[in-house]
């Protein structure tokens, strides 16, 4: 496999399921190729390249996926999904112009919460964070970080005041991530909240944000300004890094122990040969 | 032919003026770019006690722009994580391992910065040792103008001022008492007795010049203004007038091939 058949053959997500509606049509950008997105009179949906070749299609999570290539594998689960008493929420597609692998790295950072999102997911002087855990499985090809505890002054949409907030961090895919958090109405389950990225070209990007929480109580529109206003807050940090690829050379940038997710996922990508967005060598 | 082309190519060397003292106050944060093949970005800020420093407008922990960032104390401080350098470049503090001294090595990249006659100098050469003036000004305005640095001192060599307390629109004709590497001095007959005006120079691009505008000290409040808004319609003309400044930027351009 060469290294842009990785990146070319995986699943992306073209839009959101329920916006589009019978009888019609939009396009998108999926690594700076056109696609087409149609729903037929019959509810099918079909994707169609510039050059009149079919895509593949997934509906799932609320959105339509498609590839340029052809994946051989499935779309990846997320069993939660399929769990009874969750909500749903789709936030819509934000435009970032950076890397689509920068911005799934700065959705598993937590150490940034006290000072871009702050009083809301973090707030000085709690800006420590503890060792956790960090593992590729092999086995299922996806990083995971685990037994991650941070404070947060106000957790989430449900949350009345500051606790320590327990998480997980799942990469299934180079453009995917998601995040398991402690649920505020029901201790012991997980909140999750993932980002699905769309890479338009190497340095910008669409990032869907999606969750399946345990609320019954918030408004629908209140969650996903909730959300919005958090990942505009990250946005005004992606569109300033430099560069806007993301370095997978050792010697570009400089991690600490808090950033052992962010080390794990950048080798993860070197070795799967995942280099669309990605800067090799130091410039 | 002129220096312009070794510049935009090496970039200038030597001190190089990228604020008025005045507009970098206590604790203040701004972005200055120096022209170049490759321009340099630099974040340049002033702690709180007033020491000015220029570092690689680039946090090393994840790339994050420092000019976003904050002073505390002696330190900046980066908006991503919190990261604290300080004047010497040196991360001093790790939010996310309060506990921990920083390691050395991780450093900004730094360059030479001054705080000299009214004016914030910086310089990216190891030669540091040429001579700053010492006009004893006092800051009136920067403004970016879009064109080169040739054009510009032309123009200004032709300019004249407004020199009268009571009307903006009585003007004399301006004379160079002085021209160095970065900076001029114009000077005419006033009201006020001797008026002069001192522009320095930063090149952002071949096309683009911000000019750092100091005028002699206690000048009545009047005529300072009247120079403010001489300055904005120098900048309207000389992006907007006529053929012969066209010709210049011609010649101009051609040392920029
Ligand atoms: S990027 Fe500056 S502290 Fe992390
Ligand atoms: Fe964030």
């Known amino acids: 496999m060469t290294t842009s058949d990785v990146a070319r053959n995986d699943w992306y997500p073209v839009a959101i399921d329920n916006l589009l509606t019978n009888g019609q049509s939009e396009v998108v950008v999926l690594m700076q190729e056109e696609l087409t997105i149609s729903r037929g009179n019959d509810g099918v949906i079909k994707v169609t390249a510039q050059d009149g070749r079919p895509c593949p299609v997934a509906i799932n999570y609320g959105h339509v996926w498609s590839s340029i290539g052809q994946p051989d594998h499935a779309l990846f689960d997320i069993p939660e999904a399929h769990e009874d008493g969750r909500r749903m929420v789709d936030c819509g597609p934000v435009r970032v112009k950076a890397s689509p692998l920068r911005v799934v790295e700065n959705f598993l950072d937590i150490a940034h919460f006290p000072f871009v999102h702050t009083d809301i997911l973090g707030a000085e002087p709690h800006t420590e964070v503890e060792p956790y855990k960090v593992e590729i499985r092999d086995t299922v090809d996806e990083v995971w970080a685990t037994r991650v505890r941070f404070f947060q002054p106000q957790a989430a949409k449900s949350a009345e005041e500051g606790q320590m907030t327990d998480y997980m961090y799942r990469v299934p895919a180079p453009c995917t991530s998601i995040l398991y958090k402690t649920c505020p109405p029901r201790p012991g389950s997980w909140d999750v909240i993932a980002l699905f990225v769309r890479p338009i070209s190497e340095d910008l990007c669409d990032a869907y944000a999606w969750m399946a929480l345990y609320d019954e109580t918030s408004k629908q529109s209140d969650l996903v300004q909730f959300q919005q206003m958090i990942f505009l807050q990250d946005r005004s940090i992606l569109e300033n890094q430099i560069p806007r690829l993301l370095p997978l050379d050792p010697k570009m940038e400089v991690p600490t122990r808090a950033d052992t997710t962010s080390i794990a996922y950048r080798r993860w990508l070197k070795r799967k040969g995942m280099t669309y967005g990605a800067q090799l060598v130091a410039r | ?257």
């Open chain 2, 1 to 257: 032919m002129n220096a312009d082309h070794s510049e935009f190519v090496e970039g200038p060397d030597g001190w190089i003026p990228v604020a008025l003292s005045v507009d970098l106050p206590e604790a203040g944060v701004m972005r200055a770019v120096i022209a170049g093949a490759q321009p340099l970005d630099l974040v340049v800020w002033r702690s709180r006690s007033g020491q000015v420093s220029a570092f690689d407008n680039r946090c090393p922990h994840r790339g994050m722009r420092l000019s976003f960032g904050f002073v505390r104390g002696e330190r900046l401080s980066c908006i991503y994580h919190g990261w604290q350098y300080g004047e010497d470049g040196g991360c001093r503090h790790i939010p996310a391992h309060p506990d921990m001294t920083p390691p050395t090595s991780i450093c900004a990249n730094t360059y030479a910065c001054q705080d000299h006659d009214g004016v914030v100098w910086v310089s990216k050469g190891a030669d540091n040792s040429d001579d700053l003036p010492n006009f004893g000004g006092q800051g009136l305005r920067s403004l970016s103008v879009e064109r080169g640095e040739t054009v510009l001192r032309k123009l200004l060599a032709e300019t004249h001022l407004p020199v009268s307390l009571t009307s903006d629109m009585q003007m004399a004709e301006a004379a160079i008492a002085t021209q160095t590497r970065t900076s001029l001095v114009l000077e005419a007959r006033s009201d006020a007795k001797n008026l002069r005006l001192m522009v320095h120079f930063q090149k952002i691009t071949p096309d683009r010049t911000m000019l750092h505008v100091q005028t002699s000290p206690e000048l009545p409040a009047e005529l300072r203004i009247s120079l403010s808004r001489w300055a904005e319609r120098f900048r309207w003309s000389a992006e907007n007038l006529g053929t012969m400044i066209n010709s210049w930027d011609a010649t101009s351009q051609e040392t920029h091939p």
